[in-house]
């Protein structure tokens, strides 16, 4: 039996469920009480191996208190251009990112700041960093 890879649609709503739970400080366990579901149902649906059907999708916005758009919103369509993405999107490694904790965290933390000077003195740092690691792969 061969095991069939999750529908790119199906990853990314998962990671922008997973996003959005985060952001939010609950945990999988808390959602899928909410939603009836074990906390291993969630993480099925936030890796997108089990595909999140409509009034479901209803109910997990609801309850992550967004709009059911907001779980689709940059990512792949039916419209496929040359990533798989419709115009305008962010690139994939970007929501894989904020899908983290630690990109949550670190755009949270970022955003707090008024500084634009600041904003842009800890940005060049970064950049500084990660240019010790080599060229950027994308």
């Known amino acids: 039996m061969s095991t069939k890879a999750p529908n790119p649609v199906d990853k990314y709503v998962g990671s922008r469920v997973r996003m959005r739970r985060i952001m939010l400080g609950m945990s999988q366990e808390k959602l899928g009480e909410a939603l009836g579901l074990t906390f291993q149902q969630v993480q099925k649906y936030e890796k ?6 409509a009034s479901r999708l209803q109910q997990i916005s609801e ?11 940059g990512g792949p369509s039916g419209a496929v251009n040359g990533e798989g993405f ?8 970007v929501s894989d990112f904020l899908a983290t904790s630690e990109g949550l965290a670190l755009t949270r933390a970022f955003t707090r700041i008024d500084d634009s000077k600041m904003r842009r003195s800890i940005v060049e740092l970064v950049e500084q960093i990660a240019s010790r690691n080599g060229p950027d792969p994308r």
Do not use: H, K, M
Request: glycine share 16%; net charge negative.
């Open 48 to 53: 997108g191996t089990n595909r999140v059907g």
């Open 63 to 73: 309850i992550l208190q967004v709009p059911v758009s907001f779980l689709f919103d």
């Open 86 to 93: 419709g115009d305008g999107a962010s690139p994939a490694y």
